[in-house]
């Protein structure tokens, strides 16, 4: 099972800022097969970038994702209101798993 | 536009069975598309439990796949989860999703089991 170690664990930030969360994987993911997620108090997750940097529909393109291999990256540029929340890392492989999570907090 | 149900118990019995059905509106259940369940706790974060295929293919989480059990019914658009043998580390939110590709692109809003006698 591949193991997904985000970071930081709580993010403390500004409105206008720009957020920069980490994904490192235990061993090598295919970038096809690593996408993010956000979760707002309350709600289900919603689908952000799939297959490591495509934006899902509806994403504003504030939200970018990158990287290979072991480590990605979810930058968040702009930070508004609604983008204080929990962000979740995830792999498709022989199995489904996710990160641990990192909180984003208006500092 | 997909959207999804999660329906069923809020409470189960230790050792008892827990069942949870996912009503699908909006699109077949029988199109090309992967149909899971998730679920979340304060203790474990999200976990994934499993995946059903239209086929009738499933792929399960190895560290449930020996209580666990999903079925497809296409003549009600849905999808069902068995998780035998509960306990109170099974309490959690159960997310209900469709994935293409990998990735869990429509989520239904959740429903919470509790475990307790």
């Known amino acids: 099972e591949i193991v997904l170690t985000q970071s930081p664990g709580t993010l403390s930030l500004s409105p206008g800022e720009r957020a920069t969360l980490s994904c490192r994987a235990s061993q090598s993911v295919r970038s096809s097969y690593l996408n993010w997620y956000q979760q707002r108090p309350g709600q289900a997750p919603r689908l952000l970038i799939y297959g490591a940097s495509s934006r899902a529909t509806g994403i504003p393109d504030r939200f970018s994702g990158s990287g290979s291999g072991t480590d990605f990256t979810l930058t968040i540029n702009r930070l508004e209101s609604g983008d204080f929340a929990v962000y979740y890392c995830q792999q498709y492989g022989s199995t489904i798993t996710f990160g641990q999570g990192t909180r984003l907090e208006i500092k | ?117």
């Open chain 2, 1 to 117: 536009q997909v959207q999804l149900q999660e329906s069923g118990p809020g409470l189960v019995k230790p050792s008892g069975t827990l069942s949870l059905t996912c009503d699908v509106s909006g699109g077949s259940i029988s199109s090309s598309h992967w149909w899971n369940w998730v679920r979340q706790s304060p203790e474990k974060g999200l976990e994934w439990i499993g995946e059903i295929h239209p086929s009738g293919v499933t792929n399960y989480n190895p560290s449930l796949k020996t209580r666990v059990a999903m079925s497809l019914d296409t003549s009600k658009n849905h999808f069902s989860l068995r998780l035998t043998s509960v306990t109170v580390a099974d309490t959690a939110s159960y997310y209900c999703a469709r994935s293409s590709s990998g990735y869990l692109n429509h989520w239904g809003h959740g429903t919470l089991v509790t475990v307790s006698s």
